[in-house]
């Protein structure tokens, strides 16, 4: 299959990550105009619509976000490695860290220009989830969710404890949400029902299920419905007011933790690291 111009795969995801037109054409530097004509020549080159134009907004579609899902860690990927390949004289390699896709595209990529201006080394973001295999990984640090059973030579580092909590568009705020779409993430099944035990709130509307977090929080963003979310995940969209919690966030019994191989030699970055992620993260159970 012939691969569609990079111009335009770039311009989609620098849009579909920004939410809107402008921001993404000063980003890359192009005019408006251009920017729109590269997605639309996208869009017929796919056959599908990425965006739906409504409300004076732009909005991912179905289509839409599970591309974006895909080429947001891979252009950030491209951007980490040509960035180390610029600084492969200058010291010690950047510490790799391995992190969940949603936390990743949602907290961690985005906060890295903090983290590296206020810690005073670099640092690298890989997103991929599933089992951790330091020893046939590229990765040097993990940083998951911790609901799953160690392998042994692994050590586990806490950091936050996990609150997970309903949230929806502005434009949904002020509705009987009991019977508004209820959002659903296949990887975590078990989330509205663990959020809703012991619970006298009622949300009985019809059931939406997307195969990721960031498929389903893409989906409350635009209005499809209430979503069950982290909120280490959401709080930068709380914080723009591009999304509300109705209920705020109760704690789920897990916490989140950075993974590292033991036996290794004491590297003081990663302690760098532990304190920095522990302080910005504390900072969403404000929330």
């Known amino acids: 299959m012939r691969l569609p111009p990079l111009n335009s795969l770039r311009a989609f995801e ?21 920017l729109s004509k590269q997605i639309r020549l996208l869009e017929e080159e796919l056959g599908h ?40 004289d200058a010291g010690p390699p950047p510490l790799v860290v391995s992190c969940e896709p949603t936390l990743c595209l949602r907290f961690l990529i985005p906060a890295m220009v903090d983290l590296e201006q206020e810690t005073g080394m670099a640092v690298r973001a890989l997103a991929a989830g599933g089992p951790v295999d330091f020893a046939s990984r590229n990765y040097d640090l993990a940083l998951r969710r911790h609901d799953f059973p160690l392998a042994d ?15 929806v568009a502005p434009s949904l705020a002020d509705a009987d949400l009991s019977t508004v779409n209820r959002l659903h993430s296949r990887t975590r099944p078990g989330a509205w029902k ?43 969209a709380l914080e723009q007011g591009r999304l509300v919690a109705p209920h705020g966030f109760a704690p789920d019994g897990t916490a989140y933790v950075l993974l590292r191989p033991s036996g290794r030699p004491d590297d003081p970055r990663v302690d760098r690291l532990v304190e920095w992620l522990r302080a910005r993260m504390r900072l969403h159970l404000n929330f």
């Open 153 to 167: 030579g692994i050590e586990a580092i806490p950091l936050v404890e996990e609150r997970m909590g309903p949230v």
């Open 194 to 236: 663990e959020w809703l035990r012991n619970r006298k709130v009622r949300f009985e509307g019809p059931d939406i299920q997307y195969e990721h977090f960031y498929l389903t929080l893409q989906a409350a963003l635009a209005g499809q419905g209430v979503a069950m979310a982290s909120v280490h995940m959401v709080s930068k």
């Open 14 to 34: 620098a849009v579909a990550r920004r939410g809107s037109l402008v921001t993404a054409a000063a980003e890359l530097n192009v005019t408006h105009g251009a």
């Open 49 to 88: 619509p990425l965006f739906e134009r409504r409300n004076r907004g732009l909005h991912l579609t179905t289509r839409g976000a599970w591309l974006a899902e895909r080429l947001g860690p891979l252009f950030g990927g491209l951007a980490q490695t040509m960035d180390a390949f610029r600084h492969l």
